[in-house]
């Protein structure tokens, strides 16, 4: 399978309306929440070290996105906060979730040292887990953390 990774510039409703109501019927709120908070310019992506990434299938589809912002929880300025990650129940174990947290990833570790998220589930708790990210109840409402080591 070819995907293609790319940060959105701009948030287009008509094309993440199948992962919202995807989301929705699964129970997951995240990308309702991404929605009205982009729509409402609360939270567009558009600072400094922020950004969100959408993965594109073969015909151009939508069907993962995830963005990083700083951490409004923290006063810690290199603490980034990996949000409204979502992937399609049809492309989950296909590795795309995990291309999509190393392209944040990279991405981040021109801005921070320290990378946290927060998640509730069983599944979500493995897949952090098994990309580095370790359990932790230090950052505020953050239930994972992973210290990144910028590449040189």
Known sequence: MHIKIDVMTQLVYDEIAPLLQESMNEGYSLIDRLANEYFSGINRFTNRGEALFGVYDEEERLIALGGINRNPYSKEEKVGRLRQFYVMKSYRRQRIGTELVQTIMDYAQNYYSTIV???????????????????????????HVCYVHKKQ
């Open 117 to 143: 998220l927060s998640t509730d589930s069983r599944e979500g708790d493995l897949f952090y887990r098994s990309l580095g990210f370790e359990r932790t109840a230090y950052y505020e409402k953050s239930s």
